[in-house]
């Protein structure tokens, strides 16, 4: 996803600075277990409101944002929903059979609407979503699971 950094524009989609970061210009960058950031091992880790996503329409027009799971092409994607879940390793490696090298993450959207669905964001009402992010670190549950390895979170707005 690029940004323009555009505090004024349409839609303002902007990272905690912790674990998403912004580079103008630059898809948002999320950074899950590096030096500084780690993630706990064999645990549940619920990172809240890692994204905000913010309608700023001078029309006062709502905005429907959802997420969807993909590769580079649109049409790979999934259905636009308000959940996605990948499975992802270290260093983008091939998962051990035991889960010991990999992680669930799931992106739940959340805001105005119930959690886990597209959000209608109403500049006159409610105008921010959130993104949080779940790292499930157990490794029979990482084994056992059949999630996306998709490589890219796609944010669409309608």
């Known amino acids: ?71 580079t092409n649109l049409s790979d994607a999934t259905a636009n929903t308000g959940e996605v879940t990948f499975i992802v390793t270290e260093n983008g490696g091939t998962l051990n059979t035991d889960g010991s090298n990999g992680a669930i993450v799931t992106f739940t959207l959340t805001g105005p609407n119930s959690d886990g669905a597209p959000q209608n964001l109403d500049p006159s009402a409610t105008n921010t979503a959130s993104i949080d992010i779940t790292i499930n670190t157990v490794d029979d549950d990482v084994a056992g699971s059949s999630a996306s390895t998709a490589s890219e979170l796609i944010i669409v707005a309608e």
């Open 1 to 71: 996803m690029t940004t323009a950094g555009d505090a004024s524009a349409y839609l303002t989609i902007e990272g905690d600075g912790s674990y998403v970061t912004n580079t103008a210009g630059e898809p948002l960058n999320i950074a899950l277990g590096d030096s500084t950031t780690g993630i706990n091992d064999e645990a549940i880790t619920t990172l809240t409101a890692a994204v905000d996503i913010t309608n700023n329409a001078a029309d006062a027009s709502t905005t429907t944002v959802g997420l969807e799971s993909g590769n």
